[in-house]
């Protein structure tokens, strides 16, 4: 199974055990102990199997529909946008329940009953108005756990990241050529928009278990779990998936921009500590000679006239299936005693070059 299903999959997921656990908990507000005014009535254990069938239900919609919305809108329009458009959803999620609620009631239950009277019974709109919080609840959640990083919230929420701990990672710095001169003739508001065109393509590494660290400026940092990197050599076609992404886009680019964007990158491999940081504005962090080192390699590209370096260390580790690895010899690194060998990466069925 591809990372990107897998990916849909546990959004989908989330919001089954998310809406399952919101209906089973109105279910027990309301239902233990209580005596419902209203002319439909059902047993506690009812309402329990009742809440976890539209638990499901609407957690396949909720999260198909966030999906769309990641896939499709969110480099389009506005978060208040957004918001308003799950707003929406929600109340298309409130009539979509009561009309299957109604069916329910007449063909299962054979509770005689009008649709008009059934939608005001007393106490209905105290659910609606849950229903709609929760599902903005579930999506200012889902924006948490982007801005943090994909599958990053729970561990936060939990303090794994609090004290330092080690990891094995893979770092990516990748960097746009030329960016000084794209600057410069562009001027600062479209040399903005490009870069954050830019940044909505490199959406496609997603597919390559990628996380993106940071954006400085008009650089990226991606980095991997070690196995997660290595594995079908990620790492490797993550780069190449953006730069593909770019030439597909090409005519968009030179229609908007006279110009297509090109990025050079340098990787390494090892020990990092991950950690939380920040009193006041926190965000998870890695420290270590790793990301330093991976920094200086992409930093030797123009100099060695390639478009994506790799150290030795990160160069063992990887298969050569379809892709070839160049030596340029020991160089050194500004702040590490020792040079490191480098290796300049091709792919094998690759006809572009380097652009100097």
């Known amino acids: 199974m591809k990372f990107k299903n897998r990916r849909r999959w546990g959004i989908v997921r989330d919001y089954v055990v998310g809406w399952t656990i919101a209906f089973l908990i109105l279910s027990v507000v309301r ?16 309402t329990m199997y009742i809440s976890m069938v539209f638990g499901v239900l609407f957690g396949v919609i909720s999260g198909y529909a966030q999906i769309w919305t990641e896939e499709r809108l969110y480099r389009r329009v506005s978060i208040q946008k957004l918001l308003l458009l799950r707003l929406s959803i929600a109340v298309l999620f409130v009539f979509t329940i009561i009309l299957v609620a109604y069916a329910m009631v007449r063909v299962l239950f054979a509770i005689e009953i009008n649709l008009i009277p059934f939608i005001f019974e007393p106490g209905s709109f105290a ?11 579930m999506f200012t959640l889902r924006q948490v756990n982007l801005f943090l990083g994909e599958n990053n919230l729970w561990k936060f929420l939990m303090g794994k990241f609090y004290t330092p701990r080690e990891e094995e990672r893979i770092f990516m710095f990748l960097d746009l050529q030329s960016s000084t001169q794209h600057a410069e003739q562009l001027g600062h508001i479209r040399y903005s928009m490009m870069i954050q065109d830019c940044f ?6 997603v597919e390559n278990e990628a996380e993106i660290y940071q954006y400085v400026g008009d650089e990226v940092i991606l980095t991997w779990k070690l196995k997660n990197g290595i594995r079908n050599q990620n790492c ?12 597909k886009k090409e005519s968009y680019y030179q229609e908007k921009y006279q110009r297509l964007p090109f990025f050079k990158a340098g990787m390494h491999s090892g020990i990092v500590t991950v950690t939380e940081v920040g009193k006041y504005k926190r965000e998870i962090a890695y420290h270590g000679d790793t990301i330093n080192t991976a920094a200086r390699i992409q930093g030797k590209c123009n100099e060695l006239g390639a478009e994506l370096l790799i150290s030795e260390e990160l160069k063992n580790q990887l298969e050569a299936d379809h892709f070839s690895y160049d030596a340029l010899g020991h160089i050194p690194l ?5 040079d490191v060998l480098v290796h300049a990466v091709q792919e094998n069925s690759s006809k572009t070059t380097f652009k100097s």
């Open 200 to 205: 909505n393509d490199l959406g496609v590494v």
């Open 236 to 247: 490797l076609n993550a780069y190449y998936n953006f730069k593909g992404q770019l030439l």
């Open 127 to 137: 659910i609606y108005s849950y229903i709609v919080g929760v599902d903005t609840f």
């Open 31 to 46: 239902g233990a102990g209580t005596i419902e005014q209203g002319a439909v009535q059902f047993e506690f254990p009812v």
């Open 334 to 338: 500004k702040g590490k005693a020792q």
